[in-house]
């Protein structure tokens, strides 16, 4: 019996550079392939060699009339389709020719299963942000299916879910932040009585780096506000828990209490020691990081690693502040969704390290300045 995979690609740019070698993509015998492509674009150019292929019966063109967004346009190929397996892909993704048989191979082994997650890799890193993106995990975690064999949620530059399974569960077009692959797919695996999605290690495409490589200050701070946002939301709420402060929110808690600090006779030279404790427990926390992942301690590494690291999470302490929401404060989300209302608190060797510099480096500045 044959297999129908509806290839959805949300593009604003119509890159043929990168479309026609998806639309050309080696079909596997007893596999009926539709491809839909929605332009999120209203004045967008066709290329001439995009228009010929969506003269085919299996291409679909489908040009928004108003820009929609990312989460309404991939909603929109989705609802166009109605094969029995959706393959979500990136617009600017390089795949490998037999991205399709390797997953035509996995619905052959597992039929019924939610739906299979691909591998997108990276080029080798070019200069000290790419090398960053890989020390903070922003790069590897689009390679998670060659290191577990299940999971509830991952990238959707190269995702494929089961139709039937999905129902009528779509992306939620209020999240705008880049954290809606998260929440939607990990809705519909609740949705499934917590069903996971299995590994496709041999469905590879390759993704260039953002920009060409340059800093992405914008791209984490949204991830780190998405992450605010989504964590507000039903399932994804059951696993926040609350965590130890990171570097923005001790500085803010140190601004705050300053003032009160300050009326009951508290010299402000100690918040201001406190301050430059954190911060330098921060660098030198990355810079183990750096050398432990990638034996490096290149200054312009480790400031890149502290700079991203940092941006997302003040994006999460704005979500929280511009949101007047208190409970948000210092709340994290276990993005394993292993279990329900974790632990709060937890420990692990990062926190070790920057707690222990901090102590020490506020006990230096204390009795080197006084």
Same mark, same amino acid.
């Given at each position: ?130 090398? +960053?993106?890989?020390?903070?995990? #922003?790069? !590897?975690?689009?390679? &998670? @299916?060659?290191?577990? $064999?299940?999971?509830?949620?991952? /990238? ?120 430059? +404790?954190?911060?330098?427990?921060? #660098?030198? !926390?990355?810079?183990? &990081? @750096?050398?432990?992942? $990638?034996?490096?301690?290149?200054? /312009? ?70």
């Amino acid at each position: 019996m044959a297999v129908s995979i509806d290839v959805v690609i949300p593009s604003f740019r119509l890159d043929e550079r990168y479309l026609l070698p998806i639309l050309k993509l080696d079909v596997p015998a007893n596999v009926i392939v539709n491809y839909y492509i929605v332009a999120d674009n209203p004045k967008v150019k066709v290329p001439d060699a995009v228009w010929q292929q969506s003269q085919l019966n299996n291409v679909h063109l489908i040009i928004n009339e108003h820009n929609l967004g990312f989460s309404k346009t991939r909603n929109k190929g989705i609802d166009a389709g109605q094969g029995d397996w959706i393959l979500l892909l990136d617009d600017d993704i390089t795949p490998h020719p037999n991205l399709l048989e390797a997953y035509a191979q996995q619905i052959n082994i597992k039929p019924y299963a939610l739906g299979f997650v691909g591998v997108t890799n990276f080029p080798p890193v070019m200069n000290a942000v790419t090398q +960053a993106l890989h020390i903070t995990g #922003v790069s !590897t975690h689009f390679q &998670r @299916a060659q290191r577990e $064999e299940e999971m509830y949620w991952s /990238a959707t530059s190269n995702f494929m879910l089961n139709r039937g399974l999905l129902a009528s569960r779509r992306f939620l077009p209020e999240l705008t932040k880049s954290t809606e692959d998260m929440e939607f797919l990990f809705r519909n695996a609740f949705e499934n009585e917590l069903k996971q999605y299995q590994s496709a290690p041999l469905a590879i495409v390759t993704h260039p780096w953002w920009n060409n490589g340059a800093q992405q200050t914008r791209r984490m701070f949204l991830y780190g506000q998405g992450a605010g946002e989504v964590a507000r939301l039903w399932p994804v709420k059951l696993y926040n828990f609350y965590d130890f402060t990171t570097t923005t929110e001790t500085l803010l808690l140190l601004l705050l209490i300053s003032m009160p600090l300050y009326i009951v006779g508290v010299p402000l030279k100690y918040i201001w020691y406190a301050a430059g +404790a954190q911060i330098f427990a921060e #660098v030198l !926390t990355n810079a183990y &990081r @750096a050398f432990k992942i $990638e034996k490096t301690f290149n200054p /312009a590494v480790v400031w890149q690693v502290t700079w991203h690291k940092n941006a997302m999470e003040l994006g999460r302490l704005w979500d929280a502040l511009v949101n007047a929401d208190v409970k948000s404060f210092a709340r994290r989300t276990d993005g394993s969704f292993r279990k329900p209302y974790p632990q709060a608190f937890r420990f692990n060797r990062l926190k070790i390290v920057k707690m222990a510099l901090f102590v020490l480096l506020f006990a230096l500045l204390s009795v080197a300045v006084d």
